[in-house]
């Protein structure tokens, strides 16, 4: 009997401890907006940076049919509730990091809200976080106008 006790112990305390955020799944306009908003910092070809800047902009019926791939290794931005005029996001692909202030940065962390990243904060910030995004685009599927064509996944926290 107390091995049984100690063995639910011992994988509840290990489950409890060793497990990361679920991934976060989310579709259609949101997950468009969030490859839109990432795309171009990321490290996609010019002409998939182009076709996702189209579809983002409301052009449903562009030239490019091969499906994009929009990643990230992790986006951490950061506003305050002290400094008012502080928005800032880093965005890490591979080895590169891209920092970005102000407007650019307000569009990423508004729309990392939108996606469901849960917010963080301490001390006169407030942090959104997501680490392994993967989003996925099918211009031949988002042409349909049916709602459907883009689905992102990541795991909120960094």
């Known amino acids: 009997m107390k091995l049984g006790k ?3 112990l011992t994988l509840s305390l290990s489950l409890a401890g060793g497990t990361s955020a679920a991934p976060t799944t989310v579709s259609g306009s949101t997950a468009l907006a969030l490859a839109g908003v990432v795309a171009p910092y990321s490290l996609l070809p010019s002409a998939e940076k182009k076709a996702v800047a189209a579809l983002f902009e409301g052009n449903s019926k562009i030239g490019y049919a091969k499906k994009i791939a929009v990643t990230a290794d992790k986006i951490v931005c950061r506003t305050s509730n002290v ?3 502080a928005r800032s996001c880093e965005l890490t692909f591979k080895t590169t990091t891209r920092s970005l202030k102000g407007r650019k940065a307000n569009e990423i962390y508004a729309t990392e809200v939108m996606a469901g990243v ?3 904060g301490a001390a006169g910030s407030i942090f959104e976080a997501l680490s ?3 989003c996925t685009l099918d211009p ?3 042409k349909e106008n ?3 064509g883009a689905d992102c996944t990541f795991e909120p926290g960094n």
Do not use: Q, R, Y
């Open 132 to 134: 392994k995004l993967s």
């Open 6 to 8: 100690l063995a639910v």
């Open 140 to 142: 031949k599927v988002i």
């Open 83 to 85: 400094d008012i005029t």
């Open 118 to 120: 849960p917010s963080d």
């Open 146 to 148: 049916a709602g459907g």
